[in-house]
């Protein structure tokens, strides 16, 4: 009766690699966000998806970031190139539906340590 | 696009103490308000919610929050806090239409035993 699972917890990486984060949602939720939050921060937010397909995707900083959901379950952000500045929480939340309407609460998972080398 | 303040970046009481922590948002529209906790190791988790109806919105564990539509506020408060209180508290807001929520930048809350 899981809740929101991410993988892996820490990733440390050097600067100019390549690297991927997981993200399983809860069983059934059709929603799934991607948000990243930097010490002191409150979460920024990235990236969400409706089923497949990435609905809003105004939050990525740039193009070396880029997020799939090919099955509309699992998730993966992928960062190329990745930057000392990259380095910070990355949280990923689902819900039964879009956060806009009533009654849709975001379930974060625990998210991934990145720091970046 | 919406932000979110949070006017206390850390806040010390000692148990039994009131407590309020102040959360404004900027957007004229229809908006949706949440408060999450995070407590110390462990991730995210919803206090409370508002949508529509009652201002005056319950949470888990005593906590509640007053939307004041005039203001653009959404206030945290609990009459006596605990030691197991101790946490970071986010204020989030999603509008109507737009499905990225917005976070402020939390306040840390210290209860002394």
């Known amino acids: 009766g899981a809740g929101v699972s991410q993988t892996p917890s820490n990733k440390v990486t050097e600067k100019g690699k390549y690297v991927e984060l997981r993200c399983d949602p809860i069983?059934?939720?059709?929603?799934l966000y991607w948000y990243r939050q930097s010490l002191g921060q409150g979460p920024e937010f990235l990236i969400y998806?409706?089923?497949?397909?990435?609905?809003?995707d105004s939050g990525l900083p740039n193009d070396r970031f880029f997020a799939v959901r090919p099955e509309g379950s699992v998730s993966t952000l992928k960062i190329q190139r990745t930057e000392r500045g990259d380095s910070a929480v990355y949280l990923c939340?689902?819900?039964?539906?879009?956060?806009?309407?009533?009654?849709?609460?975001?379930?974060f998972g625990p998210g991934t340590r990145l720091t970046v080398l | 696009a919406q932000s979110v303040s949070q006017h206390n970046h850390h806040v010390i009481l000692s148990e039994a103490a009131s407590l309020e922590l102040g959360c404004n948002y900027s957007?004229?529209?229809?908006?949706?308000l949440f408060w999450y906790v995070q407590y110390p190791g462990q991730h995210l988790q919803l206090l409370l919610k508002?949508?529509?109806?009652?201002?005056l919105v319950k949470g888990i564990k005593g906590f509640e929050a007053e939307f004041i539509k005039s203001k653009f506020s959404f206030n945290l408060r609990k009459p006596s806090v605990q030691w197991s209180d101790t946490a970071e508290y986010f204020c989030?807001?999603?509008?109507?239409?737009?499905?990225?929520?917005?976070f402020g930048a939390g306040t840390r809350l210290t209860v002394k035993p």
């Open positions: 939340a689902s819900s039964l539906n879009l956060a806009g309407g009533p009654g849709n609460e975001q379930f």
């Open positions: 069983s059934g939720h059709t929603a």
């Open positions: 998806f409706q089923g497949t397909g990435a609905a809003d």
């Open positions: 957007y004229g529209g229809t908006v949706n």
């Open positions: 508002y949508f529509s109806g009652d201002p």
């Open positions: 989030a807001v999603t509008t109507y239409n737009n499905n990225d929520m917005r």
